[in-house]
Every structure is written in C-alpha cells, then in structure tokens.
C-alpha cells in the first residue's frame, strides 16, 4: 500500500528565503507523485507531477520537486519565497496495482502551511 | 479548463439532518472522488466513482453514502448527520481512459459543513 509523510506541519519562511517542503512516500511499486497548493477558501490546484523520466521537476509559480528513489523522497523546494506563496501544500502519490495500472486515487499527505514574513 | 462545481460553499446542519453534497464535472471524466479535510489529517478519501452507477469506498466511508446517477455529477450524502462530520468536503474528478493515467486530480473549490 501506498503513504506519504510530510515533514513538518507548519513552515515559516521570510520573503526571499529558500522554501523546502519535505515529502517521504511508501510504494510498492515505482509511483507517480505530486504537489497540490491549497489557498485559503479553495480546493487544491496541481502545482507539478513526477510520473516518469527526468527526475527533476519544474512547476508553476517557480517550484520544483527532485524525485529520489534512493531516499524515497519527493521535496518541494522555491529558491525565493513571495508573500504569494503562504498556503497548504500538500504531497501526494497514485494508487497503481502490481502491473502498475493507475485508477486516479492518491493518497494525500497530513499538509504543510508555509507561512512568508515580510 | 476543467472545471469541477460543487453546489454549496458553506453549510450549517443540525444532527440527524439528511445532507446532500452536489458536485458536478465539466470535461467528460469517468473517474470522480470525494475526499474529506481536517487539519492535520490532510485528505482522506470517503468514496469514489469509475463509471455511472458505480462506487467504490475511500478509507473513511462510515456514515456516507453516494450517488451518481449521471457521469458529470457525484452526490455525497450524509443519511444522519453528526457533528463529527463536520469539515471541509472537497470533490474531484480525472479522466481514466488516458495512455498511461498519472491519476492527476482536478478539484472543486470544497464545501464547509457544520453540523450543530
């Protein structure tokens, strides 16, 4: 079965400062994998996926995630913090069976708010 | 774009009271989901739907059930109301028949029940 852990429920971060959002995942099988941004009073919006090949990933709003199969881990990093990005994030990985058939069901991690100080 | 409408944004109940959840998906996806938020637990999956008249139990079903009658809608329903139901509910849907299905959710904008 499948799980993912979020380091961390609470981040806080000054303007301009590197972001790093820690994510461990458990799959049995190789595993796609995403980051969601929460807004406040909104549901979740796709900031970027690992599904298979380069292991680096670029998403929207300038985030980036680094697949690492050795560590298990899926972090979410931004080089410059805005005030923009204080949300939820929330790390995720797909549900695939033992032939690796993918039926559209993540199972979510506990979320990270990021808090961004002036 | 995607988008996924859930009817109501913010609701308030009293316990024993029959609650319909509506959501409603715009892009022809086979696949639709209903998840419940809580701080600290993240998102946990009550139900989920492949196809018309099809449904499938999340990790947390006990006290839901559901209904899709028609591929775009999902309906989330809480038979008796309790204040432990009380939460965000978020609805999504993905498409199933892709090449290789990543499993990439779309989301509606969520619905706050509070059950008194």
């Known amino acids: 079965a499948q799980s993912v852990t979020q380091l961390g429920s609470h981040v806080s971060v000054s303007e301009g400062a590197l972001v790093l959002l820690r994510c461990n995942y458990s799959?049995?099988?190789?595993?796609?994998l995403f980051w969601y941004v929460q807004y406040p009073n909104q549901g979740l919006q796709l900031l970027l996926k690992?599904?298979?090949?380069?292991?680096l990933v670029k998403g929207i709003n300038g985030f980036e995630a680094e697949f690492k199969k050795s560590e298990t881990s899926f972090h979410l990093t931004k080089p410059s913090a805005h005030m923009s990005d204080a949300a939820e994030y929330f790390c995720?990985?797909?549900?695939?069976?033992?032939?690796?058939?993918?039926?559209?069901?993540?199972?979510f991690g506990q979320g990270t708010i990021l808090t961004v100080h002036p | 774009d995607v988008k996924v409408t859930q009817s109501s944004r913010y609701l308030v109940k009293r316990t024993g009271e029959k609650v319909f959840l509506e959501c409603v998906q715009d892009?022809?996806?086979?696949?639709m989901f209903w998840y419940r938020q809580d701080p600290g637990l993240g998102l946990r999956l009550i139900y989920f739907?492949?196809?018309?008249?099809?449904?499938e139990k999340g990790d947390i079903p006990e006290g839901y059930s559901v209904s899709r009658e028609k591929k775009e809608r999902f309906s989330l329903i809480l038979e008796s109301a309790s204040t432990n139901q009380t939460s965000m509910y978020l609805c999504?849907?993905?498409?199933?028949?892709?090449?290789?299905?990543?499993?990439?959710?779309?989301f509606g904008e969520g619905s706050r029940l509070t059950v008194l």
């Open positions: 995720a990985v797909t549900h695939r069976d033992a032939g690796g058939t993918s039926y559209g069901k993540l199972t």
């Open positions: 799959s049995s099988v190789p595993p796609y």
């Open positions: 999504a849907s993905s498409q199933l028949r892709q090449l290789t299905n990543t499993g990439e959710l779309f």
């Open positions: 739907s492949y196809d018309v008249k099809m449904k």
């Open positions: 892009m022809d996806h086979e696949n």
């Open positions: 690992y599904t298979t090949g380069a292991t």
